[in-house]
């Protein structure tokens, strides 16, 4: 007998922005697939079945046309399956691949921290995601893609505008109308842009777009270059946050990661688990399907919540601890299945290698300037939203 | 039916019947074999399914593509001049009773 999903109906919205872990695991508690009606969303919390669903692709689709998402951006690959997804993901992953960022990319992104960094090293103190972690995304982002002379402030606020343009499910129409402007702005500056590429084969996801086969139309240009900026910058910008967050608040294995560099992608890897920068992303049912013995009908939708399959206790002991040497586990954070994230490989190099040990060399006896200044906030992303810090100048 | 030997990093052999046509990580997947993740699911984007093949199957197995070729300078246990992605590699009656092993991370 197969089981009906259960519902919570008593958690506020705004408990989830504030730390959706203690709803996480009273969801992840009570069943594999829970409706949680503040969401408005049936969410499967299990580490075992989010790998499950994940390589199911046929049953659990991305596909969904009528999704805000592809309003805001137009088709985009994270909403295709199959070879239309393959497709797309091959004309970007040239830009994307381990090797490439590291021949390629490290160079400048070491030159992109050493620049922010030196802008506040004189100072002694700094609010970090401000003056530090969105401008090295930002501007580390804007060089994979191939973008001359967009500042990192225009980047950012094209981000933020498409994430919250597709999360609109009120239909507020200023955050429509920003989100608007945010896509033609990209669209403007992918115009600007192209035949510089098309004239100069180089390795950026713009020229990577048109020398791939088949060619890329500017259409599918446009949105996936959309969506490598509102699915491309706050991830790091979070995650570089994050790592130094957990770093500064438990010297013992800051001491032990300082002492053995190679323990920096371990520490990143641990940092992501712990507080992932995206929580949740959907898939939709094209089957009635029985998700560990709970019935779900055909054409709902479920929301994979990575961020709570990381902190599944079956699998994690003590998963709300940030533990550097916690026992060695694959985690979710970005994500699995064909989807797995394209900027993976970028963000390990930029912010375990680059970013977050260059801050740590250059800002001596870094340290909060007071905990309880610290703000993390969001559940579909969380991340570290306000740390001021100060360092002996 | 082609058998496959899977050796995980412990040293245990797992003689397993293959499908032609399925992958070499699709395989080791359906017969739990420990140490292949295989995260991305077959899309070569995690590096997560690394295994190191006999050097004569590489010859008949033909060219790396140029992104498996770059990923598996990426992968955990460090490249072998047998390493591959199971995820890229199909099993075909050329791959029967060869040992597939899988390199400690
Ligand atoms: S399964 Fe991810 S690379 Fe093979």
């Known amino acids: ?393 | 039916m082609p058998t496959i030997r899977f050796l995980s990093a412990d040293g245990t052999e797992f003689a397993v019947e293959a499908q032609n046509g399925r992958t070499l990580m699709e395989t080791a997947l359906e017969n739990s074999v420990p140490g292949i993740i295989a995260e991305c699911n077959g899309s070569a984007a995690c590096a997560t399914c690394h295994v190191v093949l006999p050097e004569e199957i590489m010859l008949a197995l033909g060219p790396i593509s140029e992104h498996e070729n770059d990923m598996l300078d990426f992968a955990e246990a460090p490249r072998e001049s047998g390493s591959r992605l199971s995820c890229q590699v199909k099993v075909s009656d050329a791959l029967d009773n060869i040992s597939v092993r899988v390199p400690a991370a």
């Open chain 1, 1 to 393: 007998m197969s089981e009906a999903v259960k519902v919570v109906d008593d958690v506020a919205f705004e408990e989830l922005l504030a730390n959706p872990y203690p709803v996480f695991k009273r969801v992840r508690d009570l069943g594999p697939v829970v409706k949680v009606e503040a969401a408005n969303i049936m969410m499967v919390t299990r580490f075992d079945d989010i790998m499950a669903i994940e390589r199911d692709p046929e049953t659990f689709s991305s596909i969904n046309p009528q999704s805000l998402l592809n309003t805001v951006i137009g088709p985009n690959l994270m909403r295709k399956d199959g070879d239309d997804h393959a497709r797309e993901r091959v004309a970007m992953d040239p830009s994307l691949r381990p090797g490439v960022v590291k021949r390629c990319w490290a160079d400048s992104m070491r030159a992109i921290c050493d620049d922010v960094i030196s802008q506040i090293e004189h100072k002694g103190e700094a609010e970090l995601f401000e003056e530090l972690a969105a401008p090295i995304a930002a501007r580390a982002l804007a060089d994979i893609l191939g973008f001359d002379g967009v500042d990192w402030q225009t980047m950012a606020l094209w981000s933020q505008s498409l994430i919250d343009g597709s999360g609109n499910y009120s239909h507020n129409p200023e955050i429509a109308r920003k989100a608007r402007e945010a896509a033609s702005g990209v669209e403007s500056a992918v115009d600007r842009m192209l035949p510089h590429h098309r004239d100069n084969p180089n390795p950026s996801m713009l020229s990577s777009m048109l020398q791939a086969d088949p060619a890329q139309t500017v259409e599918q240009i446009y949105a996936n270059i959309k969506v490598a900026i509102g699915g491309g910058l706050n991830e790091t910008r979070d995650s570089i946050l994050t790592l130094i967050l957990g770093l500064l608040q438990n010297p013992d294995q800051f001491a032990r990661v300082r002492a053995e560099p190679s323990l920096w992608g371990q520490a990143f890897e641990e940092a992501v688990r712990w507080i992932s920068p995206i929580g949740m992303y959907p898939r939709r049912l094209t089957r009635d399907v029985e998700i560990s013995g709970t019935l779900v009908r055909k054409g709902e939708q479920v929301g994979l919540c990575v961020g709570a399959a990381n902190h599944d206790d079956r699998r994690f002991s003590d998963p709300e601890k940030f533990d550097v040497f916690r026992e060695k586990k694959s985690h979710l954070a970005f994500g699995a299945g064909s989807h797995f994230c394209a900027g993976t490989w970028v963000s390990r190099a930029l912010v375990s290698q680059i970013a977050v040990p260059m801050v740590f060399e250059r800002l001596h006896n870094l340290r909060l300037k007071d905990p309880e200044l610290v703000r993390v906030r969001g559940w579909v992303f969380r991340g570290p939203t306000h740390m001021p810090v100060v360092w002996d100048a």
